[in-house]
Structure formats: structure tokens, C-alpha cells
């Protein structure tokens, strides 16, 4: 079954009581039980819930995998993959990565003793020299966020198998139209569902797939011990977002594409960093690996300084200044003082996230209209 047809498709039945085409919210905590353990698959909604349960299953399918867990944030499906860990472990990580999960890394599970290396992964030979007996774990974000570096998945793949470790890909910026990394190798796929596969900007959510049968027990355990679990509401309105997820990313690509291609040629940008371009860095593993380059863009203004960066951010009107990503609609962010605020400045500098950089993301309006805002807002 091809991308298109199961992201309709895959994972749900029209409701067997009615012939409801749409799955049906269980907007329901109990379930009745006809004698003690005699029930109908469902017992009780943190551990199984029939709406979050028909979007797991059509998560895992869109991804190529066996088995999905949905969770109440992109960060609550982080917190799964490392309480698989125990204190003593190591776990490498990019260095460019969203500021929340660095923020997760180090001042909630580092305390606990668990050891992270953030390590530019673009060459392969920086992880390797990281690898030891503690190594239980390689995180990878590819495109990264937010300076859309691109990171073999399936050299990470080949390091993870031969230290013993897992490889989990947090998948968000590619979504899985674009890139499907248990495909490549690795062991876990993570979605910030927030973003592409909501694609609405009305949901917060998290998801993890694997293959395999004993993570996913593991993975199962963790989300019905600790509860941080997705409602049935929001995984209805997820199960509709994913039926346009293949229209809306093939439009963010084509507009990412024309966006990219006029700020590149703007007197007033110093860089623009879209995987796309030929000179990007490894834009050749991009192409390998991806189906395509996605609709984040990241650019810096000539001169480097932060209040001209904060004055482009305010004269747009069609981009909405705003957290978040992969909505319709256009948004515009400020790196440095919103979503990686929390990562100290002499770190988030060293990976190129310096106070005139700005981050689109860019959405399924008009590339004439965003290209005329972005205009204005520069001139």
C-alpha cells in the first residue's frame, strides 16, 4: 500500500455500531466489563483508549513500523525513549537540536546520572570517537533544528549496531512523506505530531514507532505507568490531519523551494541554510535519504545584529511570529530568544545559532504572497 492510501487509510474501520466512516471519539475514561477480565479489549483510557489506539496504529503504518505510541507532547515521547535507560548510561546526541529536548537532557534526566555528548554528527567519525562500553543510545534530529544540518542515518544505523545501542530519529522536520528512518536502520522514530502530522496548529502531541517487539513493550510499559498519554479529541483531529499530510508536504516543499531561492538572492542575507541547495552540506545524504527537502528555512541577516533580526520578525503580516512549526499556515521565529532560549549562548552559538538568525516555516499559502511579505519586512 502506497504512502497516500494508507495515510487515509491505514489504521481504521468504519465504527462497526453505526458505519461511521470517521472513527468515532471515545470521549470515555471506563469501559464496561462483562465479568472480571472479561472485556472487550479495553479496560481503562490511560492504557488503551479506541481513538488513540486506531491513530497509533496508522502513526506505526505511515512510518513503516510495527508498533506506535501516541503521547500528550513531543517531549513527553522523549522522556519515554530515555527512561529505557538507567543511570550510568550515555547517550550522544546532535549537537543542533530543538531547545526543549536539550533542555530534557540536561537539567532533568542528567541529574538522575545519565551522561549526554552533544556532538556534531555531520561527519560520521565525531560520533565513533564518542562511542564507549556506556554508549546505550544515539539521538539523532535530521533536517536539525534549527540550522538544517543533515545527518546519515544509515552510518548512525551501522555505529548504533556496533556499540549495542539504540538509534532513535527524531523525525519531525522530514515527517514521514519525506523520510522513514526505520527504513535506514534505526530503532525508534520520534514525532513532535504538534507540527506536520497535526499540520493544523490545534494539537499538542508526541508519538514514538519501532519494529521491535521488545522495545515496544518496553515503550508501552513507560507510557501506561507514567500516563502522559494523548486525549481522545486530539488524536481524532490528528487522524484527520494525517489524511492531507501527503498534499500539505509536497505544497511545503514547493513553496520552501521558491522561498528559499529568493532569500538566497537577497542583498540582506548573510546565509540561508536549506537542505535543498547543492552547496548545502551533505545535501548529498539528503537526497539519498529524503524524498524531498522539506519546508523549514533558516537564515541570517548580514551584520549579525539582534535588533535588526527582531524588526523583521515584527514587519511581517502574512508569517505569524509564533512557537511551532508545520502548521497551513506561515510562521516566523527568532532561534536565540524563543525556541532555544533555554540552551546557554556560548552553546547555541558554537552550532551557528547566532542573534540574526531566523527560522520560517513555511506554509501551504501563496509563495507569491509569503515572497511579497518577506519583501517588505527585509526592505
Keep these: 500500500m502506497k504512502f497516500a492510501t494508507k495515510a487515509i487509510h491505514a489504521g481504521v474501520h468504519p465504527d462497526e455500531s453505526t458505519g461511521a466512516i470517521m472513527t468515532p471519539i471515545y470521549q470515555t475514561s471506563t469501559y464496561v466489563q462483562d465479568g472480571v477480565g472479561n472485556h472487550k479489549g479495553y479496560e481503562y483510557s490511560r492504557t488503551l483508549n479506541p481513538t488513540r ?58 541529574k538522575y546520572g545519565i551522561k549526554f555528548h552533544f556532538v556534531d554528527m555531520q561527519h560520521p567519525t565525531n560520533v565513533e570517537s564518542h562511542v564507549n562500553a556506556d554508549t546505550k543510545l544515539i539521538w ?22 556496533k556499540a549495542g545501542a ?11 512523506y519525506l523520510q522513514n528512518p526505520l527504513d535506514l536502520g534505526a530503532d525508534i522514530v520520534m514525532h ?27 515503550m508501552y510499559r513507560i507510557q501506561n505507568s507514567t500516563g502522559a ?74 551584520g549579525n545584529r539582534l535588533e535588526d533580526a527582531l524588526e523583521v520578525v515584527k514587519k511581517v503580516e502574512i508569517f505569524a511570529l509564533a512557537e511551532s ?7 516566523i521565529g527568532h532561534p536565540a530568544t524563543m525556541t532555544h532560549a533555554s540552551i546557554p549562548k556560548e552553546v547555541r552559538e558554537k552550532t551557528g545559532v547566532v542573534d540574526s538568525l531566523i527560522r520560517l516555516s513555511v506554509g501551504i499559502e501563496d509563495a507569491d504572497d509569503l515572497i511579497a511579505d518577506l519583501t517588505l519586512a527585509l526592505a
Design 53 to 110: 489506539h486506531a491513530l497509533e496504529k496508522n502513526i506505526a503504518a505511515i512510518e513503516n513500523g510495527n508498533f506506535g505510541a501516541c503521547f500528550g507532547s513531543g517531549l513527553a515521547a522523549i522522556d519515554c525513549v530515555i527512561k529505557m535507560l538507567n543511570p550510568g548510561d550515555e547517550v550522544i546526541s546532535t549537537n543542533d537540536l530543538y531547545g526543549g529536548s536539550y533542555r530534557l537532557f540536561k537539567t532533568i534526566f542528567e
Design 140 to 161: 539523532v534530529e535530521t533536517p536539525t533544528n534549527p540550522m538544517m544540518n543533515i545527518i546519515d542515518i544509515e552510518a548512525m544505523a551501522s555505529i548504533a549496531k
Design 229 to 302: 498519554v494523548t486525549a481522545p479529541m486530539d488524536s481524532f483531529l490528528v487522524l484527520r490531519g494525517i489524511k492531507t499530510l501527503h498534499l500539505r508536504v509536497q505544497r511545503h516543499c514547493e513553496n520552501g523551494e521558491k522561498l528559499a531561492n529568493f532569500l538566497v538572492n537577497h542583498p540582506k542575507i548573510e546565509k540561508v541554510y536549506w537542505p535543498g541547495f547543492p552547496t548545502h552540506p551533505n545535501h548529498d545524504v539528503a537526497r539519498k535519504q529524503m524524498r524531498g527537502f522539506g519546508g523549514m528555512i533558516s537564515f541570517t541577516l548580514k
Design 166 to 176: 539504540m538509534l532513535c530519529v527524531d523525525n519531525t522536520f522530514a515527517t514521514p
Design 325 to 331: 512549526l508545520g502548521g497551513v499556515e506561515s510562521l
Design 192 to 218: 513532535s505530531v504538534t507540527k506536520y502530522l497535526g499540520g493544523h496548529s490545534d494539537v499538542v502531541m508526541g508519538a514514538l514507532v519501532c519494529n521491535d517487539e521488545e522495545i515496544a513493550k518496553e
